[in-house]
Nanobody, 126 residues
């Protein structure tokens, strides 16, 4: 049984919006102090775009601040990423991740996260 499942990726034009969802297993959601959205474009390293801790405090990478919004719904064990004013450089595979034992900030390497989803593709055309 998958512990994290993303959905919502699509192809949109520049300036458009998308909302990604990440449904977690109950055990993953409850034990994870930090949940995050990462993205990885071809030939580039996986980078965090936003994190949210178990108290619901969000932190954003500078590249998406003011355009993206991360949230979580404890009743639905789901995390979301609302993406507005999308740019071609936002095109990537987007992954949700969960982990504990570190400060919940986008500066933490993807290597620190123990649980990953399979990814959902976002493509933004100019």
């Amino acid at each position: 049984q998958a512990q994290l499942v993303e959905s919502g990726g699509d192809s949109v034009q520049s300036g458009g919006s998308l909302r990604l969802s990440c449904v977690a297993s109950k055990s993953t959601y409850e034990r994870s102090v930090c949940m995050a959205w990462f993205r990885q474009a071809p030939g580039k390293e996986r980078e965090a775009v936003a994190t949210i801790d178990s108290d619901g405090r969000p932190v954003y990478a500078m590249s998406v601040k003011g355009r993206f919004s991360i949230s979580r719904d404890d009743a639905k064990v789901t995390m979301y990423l609302q993406m507005n004013s999308l740019k071609p450089e936002d095109s990537a595979m987007y992954y949700c991740a969960a982990g504990s034992g570190f400060v919940c900030l986008p500066s933490v390497s993807f290597r620190g996260y123990s649980t990953w989803g399979q990814g959902t593709q976002v493509t933004v055309s100019s």
